[in-house]
């Protein structure tokens, strides 16, 4: 089955349904998604609003970046010193 993706606002409004006192299933079905899915969206976002969401999905997004750009620099700096080594 192909993965949806959700906007942070979308996460949200379901967040709020199913706090507000809708029943978790109505809301599931709604966004077709399936329960298990709801209950880890209310752990990690719980108590958040839509700029707060986004905000730390752009964070996330530069520490992935930030990651990667590390360990490409770290390989370049191995080889760089095998090659120094080599030479010596």
Not at 38 to 58: A, D, F, Q, V
Not at 64 to 74: D, G, I, Q, T, V
């Amino acid at each position: 089955m192909k993965r949806k993706q959700f906007t942070e606002t979308q996460i949200i409004a379901a967040l709020k349904q199913y706090e507000g006192g809708r029943d978790a299933n109505d809301v599931c079905r709604e966004y077709g998604i399936h329960k298990a899915t709801l209950y880890n969206w209310r752990k990690k976002y719980s108590g958040m609003e839509s700029s707060h969401l986004k905000e730390l999905k752009t964070l996330q997004e530069e520490n992935r970046r930030l990651k990667h750009m590390y360990a490409e620099l770290s390989l370049d700096y191995k080889l760089a010193k095998e090659i120094i080594e080599k030479k010596l």
